[in-house]
């Protein structure tokens, strides 16, 4: 097992290299003039890059605040997934976080900031959780499988808060958009740069990922979790509730995307857009995907796309596509997602059929 | 007229001579200079225990496997047979344990399939036309599989779904699957394993059938009764070796038996008198449907006392799953009373079953008795991870997990002695060794145990055994399922035949013989049975 752990870790390691070699060549491909001239652009793409994601402060600052959601949708996935539920729904659980959690607040004017804040939060946490969880219920209940069920919640949580934005919970502009939020419910400030500024979000969210890894390897409760999404008619023979935990799961897996979803209502707009998510809930799949399923890993996962998207724009100026970065992206996943191959390649296949 | 071994001039006469064959896996010899010979147009059972090789031989003729060394004469010539369409081109088709068929697709559909019919047509053009563009006639498909099954009396409907058809019909599809690509010659892999005794008759007249048209079958099992009504001509396996060949009409089941297991006819665990306490678990007038929603256990009523070993027997799919998860609350039940120690367990989830005292290891280890992917130490925490030793509040208890997985490994002689490696990785043994620790560790009142040595060698097989007794002797009131009859006639203290959900009758296992207790696996009452040997 102790092997394994190392095989999970070098993984996604030796995908993000695998993947920046290939991007190298690209970048070889379309840069200009002679092969010296080209390694030159070459360096220029990746320095910039790199500059553009941890440069500078307010570079860090925006990387940070990119992979603040990435790190609980990656969490919201990559939870579901332990429990062999697959949660493609994050992107919809988000958007009805956001929208309850700044109903919410907005109207948390007469709370002190020590209530308004953990009530705002409960609040978009249990609003996704509860999205989740009819998801969870169907699965359970009638075996509607999650996938479908999720997707399906996705577009009535957008047409909800499209509605929502445009007309009842309209700031009066006429632009969809909702009012803005009780000040007492803002998140305060972590660090400021010029005009970045960066929320404790960050802070939440990594408290959010020991929380789950606690709960996955610590707790008898992650312990019904893992069983069930490996083998269910084991767990249930160990006289673990499999509809129970399938609802728990989803509702757990839900909340986190709501607090995603929350945090960047109360912490970086400080109002609701009604599209806020921009697909930070499909990305939950991504990420989850290069973490491995892991809370750590995740973080690490979330690091490295925040990184890259921002890195990606410093890297336009350079003349080299934001695209790239997309490719790269892609690229890692593919490489994440078909592992043996990576294994082939470390040749630690061979090895592992030892035993 | 003992078995003769042909001459090599004779083999003309034989569908299939085997000689020398050698096939070695990384730690067995799973084929030791096997020679076989089988007659033209004769039903030939090739009998023996797991592991004896059987599959193995057969799947070396089907080209499956390739030999280390040995010939191969099919019709008395050298064949090099070294994959599937190599045997079919020579005639040997093969229906395997489990059917290779393609649930939504129609029975006419799934034989033709890998060998489609194309439309043709009068017209030159469009017959050419179809032919480039590989268009399949489902009309001729219909009517070959119609005449095919004419010809051979397997009768079935060529437009039933596969996935809508019970699994003796599903065997029947196999069959005229191989027909349809012009097999002479048929091996059946446990054909029976999977079959109501209906079924099985079933088969047995499509096999006389085929027999009469010419085909040669031969066929694997170890249920001896199926060889001796079925078979012309009996070869023995053990361990790799033929130790006997004999045509059906001078042997017995008791003298196949011999040869299948060996010189010490009956591995019987030690066991003493051991008086029953009071009753640990009723079961009244209880009725269980199975997946297919019919009624596969029909009013069964017994009492299991603490401090004895009740065997069922029975031909595998007569209701004793459906039994045994009924009482550990892995299904619901129609109607009837389950009682535990006096509390109603009727409709109460595992959990709660197993709080009361009752463990269960299970028929199915992969699917149910274990979670493969969990550490060995996970494993052992199975159904107690939620409280003490292994949690408290919540919360697992890490070291106590590994302590008490460790001492239990080493009690119960789990190989390697390694507690944090994937449960999965260990052999079939070694899981199974792993279940029944964890189970006993319950320190139950009652124990379901459901073929609890299938697949395992004879060494884990004799400590299994033991420690059941031993449970026995200890009160525990065991409830013990095998398709196995000498695990149950060496392990109960009393025996029930089940058949089709019902009880034929209890037994005192030195009180029957396996004749008797086999005629009534087939349907016959006690009363019957006795009956029968007294007019003998």
């Known amino acids: 097992m102790k092997n394994n752990k190392w095989i999970k870790i070098l993984i996604p390691i030796v995908s993000v290299f695998i993947a920046l070699l290939v991007a190298s060549i690209i970048i070889l491909i379309i840069g200009e003039g002679d092969l010296g001239q080209r390694f030159v652009f070459l360096g220029t793409a990746y320095s910039e890059m790199i500059r553009g994601a941890f440069g500078s402060s307010s570079a860090l600052m925006n990387t940070i605040i990119k992979m603040t959601p990435l790190i609980l949708t990656g969490l919201a996935v990559g939870f579901g997934f332990r429990a062999g539920v697959f949660n493609i729904g994050a992107e919809g659980q988000m958007t009805m976080g956001a929208l309850a959690a700044t109903i919410f607040a907005v109207n948390a004017t007469q709370l002190p900031s020590f209530i308004a804040i953990p009530f705002t939060i409960i609040v978009g946490m249990l609003a996704g959780g509860i999205w989740a969880a009819i998801a969870g219920f169907l699965k359970a209940k009638t075996g509607a499988h999650e996938v479908i069920t999720t997707i399906m919640l996705n577009w009535i949580a957008y047409n909800i808060a499209n509605w929502a934005v445009t007309g009842p919970f309209n700031d009066g502009s006429g632009t969809p958009k909702s009012p803005e939020i009780a000040e007492s419910a803002m998140l305060p400030n972590l660090l400021s740069s010029q005009a970045t500024f960066l929320s404790f979000g960050i802070v939440i969210a990594i408290i959010a990922a020991i929380v789950i890894y606690f709960i996955l390897y610590k707790t008898s409760m992650g312990y019904e979790v893992k069983a069930v999404g490996f083998n269910p008619y084991a767990a249930e023979y160990g006289g673990i509730n499999v509809s129970k935990n399938i609802i728990l799961t989803m509702a757990i897996s839900g909340a986190l995307a709501g607090l995603a979803g929350t945090l960047e209502s109360i912490g970086l707009y400080y109002r609701f857009y009604g599209t806020l998510s921009s697909g930070k809930g499909f990305d939950g799949i991504s990420i989850a995907l290069i973490g491995q399923n892991n809370p750590i890993g995740i973080i690490f996962a979330s690091l490295l796309i925040g990184g890259l998207r921002t890195g990606s724009n410093q890297m336009q100026f350079a003349g080299v596509p934001k695209h790239i970065v997309t490719i790269i992206q892609s690229i890692i996943i593919f490489l994440v997602a078909g592992e043996r191959m990576v294994m082939t390649l470390l040749r630690l296949n061979k090895k592992k059929g030892v035993k | 007229m003992p078995f003769k071994i042909p001459d090599a001039n004779e083999y003309d006469k034989y569908a299939v001579v085997m000689k020398g064959i050698v096939k070695k896996f990384p730690k067995v010899l799973a084929n030791d200079n096997v020679d076989l010979y089988v007659k033209k147009g004769e039903i030939h059972a090739i009998v023996g225990e797991n592991g004896a090789g059987k599959s193995t031989l057969m799947n070396q003729l089907y080209g499956l496997y390739n030999a280390d060394s040995g010939t191969i004469l099919i019709d008395g010539e050298a064949k090099d047979i070294s994959n599937p369409r190599d045997a079919i081109n020579v005639g040997i088709g093969m229906v395997h344990q489990h059917f290779m068929l393609v649930g939504p697709l129609t029975v006419a559909e799934n034989i033709v399939l890998g060998n489609e019919p194309l439309v043709s047509s009068e017209n ?183 401090g004895e070993i009740l065997g069922i027997a029975g031909v595998a799919g007569n209701g004793q799953t459906e039994l045994i998860e009924s009482i550990a609350g892995l299904r619901k039940s129609e109607s009837g009373k389950v009682t535990l120690k006096d509390v109603d367990i009727t409709s109460s989830a595992p959990r709660e079953i197993r709080e009361l005292g009752l463990s269960h290891i299970a028929e199915d280890r992969f699917k149910y008795a274990m979670v493969k992917e969990f550490s060995v130490a996970y494993n052992i925490a199975l159904g107690r991870h939620y409280r003490a030793p292994f949690a408290s509040s919540g919360l697992l208890k890490g070291k106590d997990i590994d302590e008490i997985s460790k001492k239990l490994i080493k009690q119960y002689d789990v190989r390697p002695q390694e507690i944090h490696i994937e449960g999965g990785s260990l052999s079939g043994g070694n899981q199974q060794k792993m279940v029944v620790a964890r189970e006993i560790d319950y320190e139950p009142d009652c124990m379901l145990v459901a073929q609890p040595t299938r697949g395992l060698d004879i060494g884990a097989i004799e400590f299994i055994h033991k420690t059941m007794v031993e449970l026995r002797d200890n009160d525990v009131g065991i409830l013990l399922v095998s398709m196995e009859l000498e695990e149950i006639f060496s392990l109960s203290d009393r025996i029930m035949v089940m058949y089709e959900g019902r009880f034929m009758g209890e037994v005192k296992p030195d009180e029957i013989s396996l004749e008797e207790i086999g005629l009534m696996m087939a349907g016959s009452t006690l009363n019957e049975v006795r009956g029968i040997s007294d007019e003998k």
């Open chain 2, 124 to 306: 030159k053009f469009l017959n050419s036309l179809a032919r480039t563009a590989d268009l399949f006639s489902l009309k001729k498909a219909r009517k070959e599989v119609k005449r095919i099954s004419d010809e051979y009396g397997l009768e079935v409907d060529v437009d039933a779904k596969i996935e809508d058809l019970p699994v003796g019909t599903q065997q029947r599809v196999e069959i005229l699957k191989t027909l349809y690509r012009g097999a002479e010659i048929l091996i059946l892999d446990e054909p029976t394993a999977v079959l109501t005794p209906q079924e099985t008759e079933e088969l047995f007249v499509v096999l006389r059938n085929l027999q009469k048209a010419g085909k040669t079958v031969i066929f694997i099992t170890h249920k001896l009764n199926e060889v001796i009504s079925v078979s012309n001509n009996v070869t023995v396996m053990r361990l790799g070796k033929v130790t006997g060949r004999i045509p059906t009409n001078e042997t017995s089941p008791k003298e196949l038996a011999n040869m299948m297991v060996g010189r010490e006819v009956l591995l019987r665990v030690k066991k003493d008198v051991h008086m029953p306490k009071e009753v640990v678990l009723d079961v009244d007038e209880l009725s269980v449907k199975d997946n297919r929603h019919l009624m596969a256990v029909d009013k069964i009523s017994f009492k299991l006392r603490k």
